[in-house]
T-cell receptor, first 114, second 111 residues
């Protein structure tokens, strides 16, 4: 069974640009969550999508946005990139996101801002 | 504010030397506590979910336990391949809430 797939694995951008990251969840999983991982802050929750609707959002500025498609695949967009946005961006999926279903993570997209 | 604190930050053990990692949490309405393992360059790999105080889960050399204030990940007779960062996370409130993670324990097992 294929796991969570994230593309691309690595990205280099410059300040002010925007970027789109992609995530394909495990087959049958309909909930997709995004996290930012940095050495200083660790893993922090960005937002969660289910049935193409954002159900919850973490404490991040509006430059961070996402969407989910009818096949449960999800994209995350960051506009007007800042140096501090350099991080590993992780996507996780679960069946419905309800209760305490474990979230299964992809290997992330490493974003570097020059 | 929900908080998850892991200790120690780093731990170096000899192969076969058993030890425990700690995860203490201050949350309201715990729905579940999760343990993950993360290898360099990889995403976190799910290990265990614990739901209520007194619960225990085991997998190979790992055993996770839960009390009302903390969780322990016990590693028995570890091998070098157990070297990784171990992350603890909690889920509170509604099902759509994201996980709150601790900063992790970086474990090194020396042959």
């Amino acid at each position: 069974k294929a796991g969570v797939t994230q593309t691309p694995r690595y990205l280099i951008k410059t300040r002010g640009q925007q970027v789109t990251l992609s995530c394909s969840p495990i087959s049958g999983h309909r909930s997709v969550s995004w996290y930012q991982q940095t050495p200083g802050q660790g893993l922090q929750f960005l937002f969660e999508y289910f049935s193409e609707t954002q159900r919850n959002k973490g404490n991040f500025p509006g430059r961070f946005s996402g969407r989910q498609f009818s096949n449960s695949r999800s994209e995350m967009n960051v506009s007007t990139l800042e140096l501090g946005d350099s991080a590993l961006y992780l996507c996780a999926s679960s069946w419905t996101g309800e209760g305490s279903q474990p979230q299964h993570f992809g290997d992330g997209t490493r974003l570097s801002i020059l | 504010e929900d908080q998850v604190t892991q200790s120690p930050e780093a731990l170096r053990l000899q192969e076969g030397e058993s030890s425990s990692l700690n995860c203490s949490y201050t949350v309201s309405g715990l729905r579940g506590l999760f343990w993950y393992r993360q290898d360099p360059g990889k995403g976190p790999e799910f290990l265990f979910t614990l739901y209520s105080a007194g619960e225990e889960k085991e997998k190979e050399r790992l055993k996770a336990t839960l009390t009302k204030k903390e969780s322990f990940l016990h590693i028995t007779a570890p091998k070098p391949e157990d070297s990784a960062t171990y992350l603890c996370a909690v889920q509170v409130g509604g099902g759509a809430d994201g996980l709150t993670f601790g900063k992790g324990t970086h474990l090194i097992i020396q042959p």
